[in-house]
């Protein structure tokens, strides 16, 4: 996925439901919070949105920019509506979103996910491409180890999660010293 893309799914997503701040959740959120991110970072073709005070026009987002869409079938991405409640996410990540706007998103904002915060969720999610994207986020250096300890401590999950968590980190930082890089999904 590209910038020129994000731009064009907060401008089509501002046009449906006439609201101009959507949460951009997942590894999208890397386009609008680093001015170049590395490509192992940037595979996905899904952009998960939420209209921030909206929330009743994600039915209609699904239907014009889901996965099923023209939109999709013409862009080659599509838009995913993912709610605050379904990602764990640390205290605090409300407070630290970052906006991205350009002339290209016509008025509307999308608030990114801070890295940490992100890579946090991804851990406590768990999924192979979510693993794979915060290894990626390690050995390119873009985010810190100690800070992401401290966020994943402020998850809502359960103890014995955390500890599995953790297990999880620890064992990734070892492989990013040693320059680990994903592959491609096909």
């Not at 910038?3 to 701040?21: G, H, N, W």
């Not at 014995?160 to 320059?179: D, M, P, Y």
Request: hydrophobic share 40%; aromatic share 6%; net charge positive.
């Amino acid at each position: 996925m590209t910038k020129s893309q994000l731009e064009l799914a907060l401008r089509e997503a501002a046009k449906i439901t006439r609201e101009r701040d959507f949460i951009v959740f997942g590894s999208q959120c890397i386009l609008g919070t680093i001015s170049r991110p590395p490509r192992v970072c940037l595979l996905s073709q899904e952009l998960d949105l939420y209209p921030r005070n909206r929330p009743h026009a994600v039915m209609l987002l699904v239907k014009k920019l889901g996965p099923r869409s023209a939109f999709s079938k013409r862009e080659g991405f599509f838009v995913d509506f993912v709610t605050p409640e379904l990602a764990a996410l640390p205290e605090g990540w409300t407070d630290r979103l970052i906006p991205f706007c350009s002339r290209k998103t016509g008025g509307a904002t999308g608030w990114c996910l801070e890295l940490h915060d992100l890579a946090a969720s991804k851990l406590a999610a768990g999924r192979k491409k979510d693993l794979d994207y915060v290894q990626a986020l390690l050995s390119c250096g873009l985010i810190n180890s100690r800070m992401l300890k401290g966020r994943l401590r402020t998850l809502p999950v359960a103890p014995a999660s955390l500890q599995k968590i953790e297990r999880v980190l620890r064992a990734f930082l070892a492989k990013a010293k040693g320059g680990f890089v994903p592959q491609k999904r096909k």
